[in-house]
């Protein structure tokens, strides 16, 4: 059977392996670390954003 008559009878699937993800395979990002929750990686988004986390962080001290 050749490669397109396959295709034609199976489908082609695009995702990996399948089954279900462990906890080891967590999506990592950015937007935790301390630099990006601080704003000190030079992005004036990321400061503008720090600084209403800040701002929410101490609204209810005293």
């Given at each position: 059977?050749?490669?397109?008559?396959?295709?034609?009878?199976?489908?082609?699937?695009?995702?990996?392996?399948?089954?279900?993800?462990?906890?080891?395979?967590?999506?990592?990002?950015?937007?935790?670390?301390?630099?990006?929750?601080?704003?000190?990686?030079?992005?004036g988004?990321?400061?503008?954003?720090?600084?209403?986390?800040?701002?929410?962080?101490?609204?209810?001290?005293?």
């Amino acid at each position: 059977m050749d490669d397109f008559q396959k295709i034609l009878e199976n489908g082609i699937s695009f995702g990996r392996g399948g089954g279900p993800r462990k906890e080891d395979d967590k999506v990592k990002t950015k937007a935790k670390k301390k630099k990006y929750v601080t704003g000190a990686h030079g992005s004036g988004s990321a400061r503008q954003k720090a600084k209403y986390r800040e701002q929410r962080a101490n609204r209810h001290k005293k």
